[in-house]
């Protein structure tokens, strides 16, 4: 019952306060533009108070790079909007799934935010939107912020990366920064009807080049990513021996 009423109070305070916060855009931008999440933004780093949680970020400097680039994080619930939005910087747009867009107010909110809609279900568009980010993202000098593993995974592990992000990153030949939350799983798990309070520790890493890198190095930066973002997971979650990383 106190999880259902904490995820339902959620719910409730994401829908109203989308529902008040789209006309306030509106005014303010007058449409679909980046510069809303800065809006968003201050309105939902307000809702970790009601929730108890706690978030301890680190190497926020490491977004300071010239220009556009990719962002590349760990999706374990729809708690995450709170922790996007705790280290969000500014003029950055997220891909979600299109199925966001027809969730009422929120779907409203996220529209306005300038959040890039892709039909999981078709590769092929998919690819279509984002190849068409590759170009924009330059021409507008926007940072994408994407969740490669496609799908929320509450499981303290990272399922595999999805390729998009990173054809999205050497086509556009901007760098990767991947931001690593730690694992819910002591105080969040929707199967065990667990919702605490509870500290979250982020970590944005120092980004990867790329360059002159072409389609046939894809796989490898994916790989590469893929593993700084076990290790660092494992080693911010208390589960060091599972990581390469000793550090
Ligand atoms: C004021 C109050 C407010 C309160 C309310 C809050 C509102 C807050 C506002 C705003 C917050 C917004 C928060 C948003 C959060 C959203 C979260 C989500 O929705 S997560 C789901 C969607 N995200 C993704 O799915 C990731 C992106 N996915 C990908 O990038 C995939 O790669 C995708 C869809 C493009 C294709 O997926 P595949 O399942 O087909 O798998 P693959 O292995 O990646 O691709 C298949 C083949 O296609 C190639 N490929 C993929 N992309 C390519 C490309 N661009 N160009 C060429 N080849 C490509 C790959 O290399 C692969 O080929 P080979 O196996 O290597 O031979
Ligand atoms: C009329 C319906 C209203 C619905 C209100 C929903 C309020 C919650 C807002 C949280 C937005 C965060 C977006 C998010 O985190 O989505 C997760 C999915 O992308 C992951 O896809 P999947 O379903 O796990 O495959």
Request: hydrophobic share 45%; glycine share 16%.
């Given at each position: 019952v106190n999880f259902a009423l904490r995820i339902g109070f959620y719910y409730v305070l994401c829908i109203v306060c989308s529902g008040l916060t789209a006309p306030v855009c509106l005014l303010v931008n007058g449409g679909r533009t980046v510069k809303n999440m800065r809006i968003i933004k201050t309105v939902v780093k307000s809702?970790?108070?009601?929730?108890?949680?706690?978030?301890?970020?680190?190497?926020?400097?490491?977004?300071e790079v010239e220009g556009p680039a990719i962002i590349v994080s760990n999706h374990q619930s729809i708690l995450d909007m709170?922790?996007?939005?705790?280290?969000?910087?500014?003029?950055?747009?997220?891909?979600?799934?299109?199925?966001?867009?027809?969730?009422?107010?929120?779907?409203?909110?996220?529209?306005?935010?300038?959040?890039?809609?892709?039909?999981?279900k078709s590769t092929t568009s998919a690819k279509m939107v984002m190849a068409e980010v590759a170009k924009t993202m330059i021409a507008d000098n926007v940072k994408v912020w994407v969740y490669p593993e496609g799908t929320r995974n509450c499981t303290g592990d990272l399922l595999p990366f999805k390729k998009g992000a990173f054809h999205l990153a050497v086509q556009a030949q901007v760098p990767v920064i991947p931001v690593v939350y730690s694992s819910f799983t002591t105080f969040y798990n929707p199967k065990k009807n667990l919702f605490t309070s509870g500290k979250i520790k982020v970590e944005v890493l120092p980004p990867i080049e790329t360059k002159g890198l072409t389609s046939d190095n894809v796989s490898d930066l994916t790989d590469r990513c893929y593993n700084i973002m076990r290790e660092t997971l494992f080693r911010l979650s208390g589960r060091p021996g599972e990581g390469k990383d000793s550090s």
């Open positions: 809702f970790k108070y009601f929730f108890g949680l706690r978030f301890e970020v680190k190497g926020l400097e490491n977004f709170m922790g996007l939005m705790e280290v969000l910087p500014d003029g950055c747009v997220q891909v979600g799934k299109k199925e966001l867009m027809y969730a009422g107010t929120v779907g409203l909110i996220t529209y306005l935010g300038g959040v890039i809609f892709i039909n999981r």
